[in-house]
Each structure stands twice: as C-alpha cells, then as structure tokens.
C-alpha cells in the first residue's frame, strides 16, 4: 500500500484547535509499516470504547471481499465532512452500494449527526486515528495506542454506541503493535488494492481510469470525502459505480 501523506496539513491545524492533546513521545517504534512478528499482547492505556471490549478479530491486514470473487469494497477516508460526505452519502444510496467510512476522532467529533447519518444508512465504520499522522509507525507504542483508543472512543460517542469494525493507519502506516491493538478491540486492520490517488485531484478522469485499470489487483478500493475539494471524487464515484455494475462486480464489506 502507497503513503500518501501530501496536502494534510490542515489535520495538523484541526488537532491543535480542537484537542489539545498531549502527546507521548516515549521512545521510538522501528517496526516496518505492516510486516513483522508481534511481541506479545499490547499495554493499552485506556479501554477503546464504554461498555467493555468487543470481541478479538484477525491481526492480518484485510483486503478481502465478503461479497466473494467479484466483491468490491468502496472505502471513504477522512471525513465526515458537511460539504462532502452527504454527496457521497447521496451517490452510494443512488446506486445502492454499502460503503466503509474511515473516520478520524477529530472528524466525528466535530460532526456526529454526519457519523450517525453514515450509520443509519447502513455503512459501517473504521478507526482512522484522531489526528491522521502519517508518520505513526516512527511513533512511540504510547502514542499509536493513544491515537488508536481516543479516535475509538470519540468515533462510539458520535455514532450514538456505534463500534468501529476495522481499523485504517493513516498512509498505510501500520505496525505490530498497532494492528495487535486494534485487533484486540474488535477492529480488523483494513488495507486497500486500489489507491484512487483522489486526494491529489487528478481529475475525475485519472480517477475513473485508476479504478478501471487497478481493480485486478484486488477488491479494496480507496477515495476520500474530506481534506479539501472532493467535487472530482464525488464525479467519479457517479461514474466508477455504475461501471463496475456492468463489469458484473457487486458490493460488500471487507471481511471481518
């Protein structure tokens, strides 16, 4: 999976203004982004959710399709956001497709009615982290598990109690020990095939054609809803859906 971490900064701005969060810098991880042996069950610092923990899933990174050989999984990262995710919220009941939304803790808590109208619609919700770092995995242990369990807590308060099903690292910026956590929460560690590379605003064209180039390569496919003018991915959505309908692909979730 590519990291993209370009054109983010305005997370950075969001964490200061809403959060203030102290961040644990204590020592370094030199784990690689999602290979490697996990050394024994993680500290967590805090429960991921009120109610108690759900139940344990697969450590492995997810790419798999629960809709079978001809699955897709359309994953929205970043948002909620009021001025996109109700267009992408419009296109998706449209064309009757069932999306994952990976939600950051910052984002939802600034936006629980758009959490709970993504809920209602039947789509199901990843932990994005609160902040977005990008650079997590150079992050201390203390910090990933901070990230990881406030942006769960914030993501159940917005949903109304609503879990996070899976678990995203911003850029790809897995870990053992981020993935053992997330996993030990109930949330599978959930990968892409399909980068849209949307966030760099190729056109909607360059979208629709990396969908239809890359979707070979598996089923998991990436676009975003917040971080900037998303009017290019809410366009090619309109026009990958309905394509990939034709090509006798249907739509499901990643697998759990």
């Excluded at 999306?99 to 199901?124: M, S, W, Y």
């Excluded at 099903?165 to 981020?178: D, E, L, N, Q």
């Amino acid at each position: 999976m590519a990291r993209h971490g370009g054109g983010r900064g305005w997370y950075g701005k969001l964490v200061g203004a809403a959060l203030g969060v102290t961040v644990l810098a204590v020592g370094a991880s030199v784990w690689t982004a999602q290979a490697g042996p996990v050394s024994g069950p993680p500290k967590a610092t805090a429960s991921a959710a009120p109610g108690g923990d759900a139940e344990p899933v697969d450590v492995s990174i997810v790419h798999a399709s629960d809709a079978g050989a001809r699955g897709v999984n359309i994953t929205i990262d970043d948002g909620p956001d009021p001025a996109w995710t109700p267009e992408v919220l419009d296109i998706l009941r449209e064309y009757g497709v069932k999306a994952t939304f990976c939600v950051t803790g910052i984002q939802a808590q600034a936006h629980p009615d758009l959490v709970k109208e993504v809920v209602a619609a039947g789509h199901r919700l990843c932990n994005h982290t609160v902040s977005h770092d990008t650079t997590m995995d150079k992050k201390s242990e203390a910090y990933q598990s901070k990230e990881i369990l406030d942006a769960e807590r914030m993501i159940t308060k917005a949903s109304g109690g609503v879990r996070s099903m899976y678990y995203r690292a911003p850029g790809g910026a897995f870990t053992p020990y981020s993935r053992e956590l997330a996993a030990s929460k109930g949330m599978r560690p959930l990968g892409w095939n399909v980068d849209t590379k949307d966030f760099e605003q190729p056109g909607a064209d360059a979208i629709v054609a990396t969908v239809q180039r890359e979707i070979s390569n598996g089923p998991t496919v990436l676009f975003h809803d917040a971080g900037g003018d998303r009017a290019q991915t809410v366009e090619a959505l309109r026009r990958v859906l309905p394509w990939l309908k034709e090509q006798g692909y249907t739509f499901g979730f990643p697998v759990r």
